[in-house]
Structures are given as C-alpha cells and as structure tokens.
T-cell receptor, first 111, second 110 residues
Framework: SQTIHQWPATLVQPVGSPLSLECTVE??????LYWYRQAAGRGLQLLFY??????ISSEVPQNLSASRPQDRQFILSSKKLLLSDSGFYLC??????????FGPGTRLTVT | GEDVEQSLFLSVREGDSSVINCTYT??????LYWYKQEPGAGLQLLTY?????DMKQDQRLTVLLNKKDKHLSLRIADTQTGDSAIYFC??????????FGGGTRLMVKP
C-alpha cells in the first residue's frame, strides 16, 4: 500500500532563516505531487505541483520554492522566512491526477 | 476560476444525521470530493463522486450531486462523536487540479 511521509512534524524558525520541508511517498511510482498551505485550520491554498522529476509548477508567486529531485520526493524551501510563512503545510500525492491523498502535515511557526 | 463555498459550522446531536452542503461554480468539474480533517492532522479522503452521477452511498456516508444547481452534499447517518472534524468539499477540473472550499466544522454533541 502507499504511504506519504512529511517531516518535520513541527518547526519553529526565526524570521530570515532558511526552510526545508520534505515529503516522500512510498509504494507508487511517478505520482503527481502537491504542496498546500493551510492557514488557521481553514481552506487550503495550492502552492506547487509536480507531474514528474524536475517539473514544478507554481500557483502563487511568493517567498517559497519547490523541487523534486527524485520521483517520490518533494521538497519545499525558502531562503529567508517571513512571518507570513507561518502555517500548516500539507503535501499530497495523486496516482492519476484525480483523487489526492494527504500527508500528516508540518506545522511551521515563524517567530 | 473555480469557487467552492461551504457553510462554516454545523452542530448536531449524537445519533442524528448530519448534512454538510457545498456549492461550486465551474460546471465542467469532473470529480467532486469530500475530505475530513481532524485537529492537527492531514486531510483524509472520505469519498468522491463523478460528475455524471447524482448519488453515491458508502456505509454511513451518502453524497448527493445536483449538477444543474452545482450543489453537493454529504450526509452522515447516525453521527458519532468521532465524526467531529472539519469537512472539506473539493472540485476537480479537467486539468486534475482541486479547488477546496473553506471547510465546515462539524460538532457532535453527546
């Protein structure tokens, strides 16, 4: 069966520090991968998605970037964090591009 | 672009049925989804319905789709305290991107 992992689970970082969040999927190959941000337990904002290694599409221009160095690995990064980057970051994968399956999320607090 | 709307809050008594409603704007949406999110956790896919269907039942869950009105609902029969969570409706387009509603917080009172 397929599983999706995210780490770390929680992170507290000062303003201006770098960020790296990792997402990996097991038990499937060539999945579509997605990064979302959720503010205050409400709606989800799609940040990036990828249909293959090295292929990244950005939905919202901002202080973040994404990379897909391996088929089942998706990384969310920032060179300098802002206070507004605080939130709950969710990674998701899709086998076909239709239904999406979510990871457990990373709670990021920027201080 | 697509816009998905949900009511913010629903409170029911344990054992009653819950009905969570959702509206969307893009009539070309191909799949419609319901997700559940418990506190501090990721989203769990509950069920989905293809746009050429009008009803889908899965144990205690019933999804109704009115494509003409672009209205989707999720009915939970015999609601339990463990059903307390935020429920998200999402619409999928032909490009396989999902647009999520803002979520409905379901509170189940014992």
């Amino acid at each position: 069966s397929q599983t999706i992992h995210q780490w770390p689970a929680t992170l507290v970082q000062p303003v201006g520090s770098p960020l790296s969040l990792e997402c990996t999927v097991e038990g499937t190959s060539n999945p579509n991968l997605y990064w979302y941000r959720q503010a205050a337990g409400r709606g989800l904002q799609l940040l990036f998605y990828s249909v293959g290694i090295g292929q990244i599409s950005s939905e919202v221009p901002q202080n973040l970037s994404a990379s897909r160095p391996q088929d089942r690995q998706f990384i969310l990064s920032s060179k300098k964090l802002l206070l507004s980057d605080s939130g709950f970051y969710l990674c998701a994968w899709s086998p076909t591009g239709n239904e999406q399956y979510f990871g457990p999320g990373t709670r990021l607090t920027v201080t | 672009g697509e816009d998905v709307e949900q009511s913010l809050f629903l409170s029911v008594r344990e054992g009653d049925s819950s009905v969570i409603n959702c509206t969307y704007t893009d009539s070309s949406s191909t799949y419609l989804y319901w997700y559940k999110q418990e506190p501090g956790a990721g989203l769990q896919l509950l069920t989905y319905i293809f746009s050429n269907m009008d009803m889908k039942q899965d144990q205690r869950l019933t999804v109704l789709l009115n494509k003409k009105d672009k209205h989707l609902s999720l009915r939970i029969a015999d609601t339990q305290t463990g059903d307390s969570a935020i429920y998200f409706c999402a619409a999928g387009d032909a490009g396989n991107m999902l647009t999520f509603g803002g979520g409905t917080r379901l509170m189940v009172k014992p």
